[in-house]
């Protein structure tokens, strides 16, 4: 595998259902990051993870939960969902951020489009 | 409020001509830019950048031009050419902070007729 990867590529869920979204990157990155993708909007940024710590929480509701184990793997669980978070949702990574100035670019998953129901 | 906008949401252009791509911000601390090209049920590619310290960056049959003071960007592609056909994405970042959170805009979708 290269690149960016993202489990399932299709989510079908209902409002009560719980599941996970995984992410994994093979490029050595030290910064991985969830995007939420909606018809007619720009991706908006919902989590960041720098050295896997969480350093961006864009005021996302409490029932998407993000998981970085370790560089390499980041999640996002789902839990009690809405309608209205029906989207792509895309993964991407970076080289890490750190002190002084960064021009990293951001390598992208596929996404894993999700209907919730 | 969004930071980088994308007025056009769609352009048409014929084979072997150029293509002109236009990206605004009202940001004033955002000093890194990207371009992405996104396919259908793929995620968005990175096609070429440019720091607040170049005004042009060019890279093969691309080239992004920056008028800092018109807080406007722009993708050049010339020639197009049919596999050029995608939505392409503006986007910035305070890359000074030391971050690089990237915000987009809502792209432009490019179709390039043989």
């Known amino acids: 595998e290269t690149g960016v990867t993202q489990t399932p590529r299709h989510l079908v869920m209902g409002m009560t259902n719980k599941k996970s979204l995984k992410c994994e990157q093979h490029l050595g990155h030290n910064a991985m990051y969830w995007y939420k993708q909606s018809a007619k909007k720009p991706l908006e940024l919902m989590f960041v993870?720098?050295?896997?710590?969480?350093?961006e929480n864009n005021s996302v509701p409490s029932r998407f939960s993000p998981e970085c184990p370790n560089s390499s793997h980041l999640f996002l669980h789902l839990h009690t969902l809405q309608p209205e978070d029906s989207a792509l949702y895309l993964c991407?990574?970076?080289?890490?951020?750190?002190?002084?100035?960064?021009?990293?670019?951001?390598?992208f998953g596929p996404g894993t489009r999700l209907t919730v129901l | 409020d969004q930071q980088v906008k994308q007025n056009s949401p769609s352009l048409s252009v014929q084979e072997g001509r150029i293509s002109i791509l236009n990206c605004d911000y009202t940001n004033s601390m955002f000093d890194y830019f990207l371009w992405y090209k996104k396919y259908p049920a793929e995620g968005p590619t990175f096609l070429i950048s440019?720091?607040?310290?170049?005004d042009k960056n060019e890279d093969g049959r691309f080239t992004v031009f920056l008028n800092k003071s018109a807080k406007h960007l722009s993708l050049h592609i010339v020639p197009s050419q049919p596999g050029d056909s995608a939505v392409y994405f503006c986007?910035?970042?305070?890359?000074?902070?030391?971050?690089?959170?990237?915000?987009f805009g809502t792209g432009t979708r490019l179709t390039v007729i043989p």
């Open positions: 991407a990574s970076s080289q890490g951020a750190s002190s002084g100035r960064v021009y990293n670019e951001q390598f």
């Open positions: 986007a910035a970042s305070e890359a000074l902070t030391g971050a690089n959170n990237l915000f």
């Open positions: 993870y720098n050295f896997k710590e969480q350093t």
């Open positions: 440019i720091s607040s310290i170049k």
